[in-house]
């Protein structure tokens, strides 16, 4: 169980990514399944040369900027539709990403008989992974980038994020770039993806092409459960709620083997049946009453976090 959870800790990045995309920015970016792998290759290379883990997890986090700066021009210059643009640079990156490793997979234990050094290096030697120990530690980084996330929102260009995603023509009526916004929001977003697979390859002690395929599904499930369970009403509460979501997300799959209810092949549709189960919550007046999620009145940031990213806004602004 211990596994789940600090896995479900290091996905946690992932899926605050993937939380400023959907519900922040309102924008359907498949580029994770990509850019995970972008950072997740990017550092297990750089490892594996013996260049400094620390370095190669900050490289894991550039690329995957990089990768969210390919979409975002892709679709503000180039005028192309978001969910396409994502997906091109998703398919695009698969090419990439095995140049950038130069084989399908890099494995980080050992090479010429000399052990890697990795950021969990520390933790294993003083013998603390997969106990409480190594919880707190990944704990700590998971809630302090939650911290930053939410400044991030609550700074003068947070708010000019949540504009753009609330109404993007208003915004840009009221003197807001939103196509920088959305650039730099997705560069963001993506660079936490890519930290977040460059974290997960020195975990596992290995790098594979494939270790991102369907992640965009995890990240989705982890905000809405997430959003289901700590409500949307206070931006706080709906960027932590996604950490929350990630753990559940996580220790659910763990008691559906290990209770065997389903197989490790299994995953996926575990994940979209989540998925389903959280968007009829989050979605049900009557429901979300019954668990007191969210206000009968609402809030600003309420309607902005209503399930994927389309709130009542436009309903509210229409009463007389």
Same mark, same amino acid.
């Given at each position: ?135 707190? &530690? @990944? %704990?700590? =980084? ?5 911290? +930053?996330?939410?400044? #991030?929102?609550?700074?003068?260009? /947070? ?116 998925? &389903? @189960? %959280?968007? =009829? ?5 009557? +429901?979300?009453?019954? #668990?007191?999620?969210?206000?009968? /009145? ?23």
């Amino acid at each position: 169980m211990i596994a789940s959870v600090e896995q479900g800790l290091i996905f946690a990045l992932l899926a605050l990514g993937v939380f400023l995309t959907y519900r922040i920015l309102n924008f359907a970016d498949l580029t994770v399944d990509s850019s995970f792998t972008t950072g997740g290759g990017t550092a297990a290379i750089m490892v594996y040369n013996g260049l400094d883990p620390w370095l190669a997890t900050a490289a894991g986090l550039a690329v995957g900027a990089l990768a969210g700066l390919i979409t975002g021009l892709l679709h503000t210059r180039l005028k192309i539709d978001p969910l396409l643009a994502s997906i091109l640079t998703m398919i695009g990156l698969y090419s990439i990403n095995l140049r950038i490793m130069g084989q399908p997979n890099v494995g980080l234990n050992m090479r010429q008989g000399k052990r890697l050094v990795t950021v969990f290096s520390g933790l294993k030697e003083a013998e603390m992974m997969g106990k409480w120990e190594s919880v707190a &530690v @990944l %704990a700590v =980084v998971a809630l302090a980038f939650t911290g +930053l996330i939410v400044w #991030f929102l609550s700074t003068n260009f /947070g708010l000019g994020v949540q504009a753009t995603g609330d109404n993007p023509g208003m915004a840009l009526a009221s003197g807001i770039s939103t196509d920088w916004y959305k650039i730099v929001t997705l560069m963001v977003s993506n660079g936490l993806v890519g930290l977040s697979g460059a974290i997960y390859a020195q975990y596992q002690g290995f790098a594979d092409i494939s270790m991102g395929i369907g992640l965009i599904l995890v990240g989705l499930a982890s905000v809405i459960v997430g959003n289901a369970i700590l409500g949307t009403r206070y931006m706080v509460l709906a960027a932590l709620g996604v950490v929350i979501g990630s753990l559940v997300y996580r220790l659910v799959l763990f008691y559906a083997i290990s209770w065997r209810i389903a197989e490790t092949g299994d995953m996926k549709l575990i994940s979209a049946v989540l998925v &389903v @189960l %959280a968007l =009829v919550l989050s979605q049900n007046q009557t +429901l979300r009453n019954a #668990f007191g999620r969210l206000s009968s /009145g609402g809030s600003r940031v309420a309607a902005k976090l209503s399930p994927l990213g389309r709130g009542p806004l436009a309903a509210k602004k229409a009463e007389p």
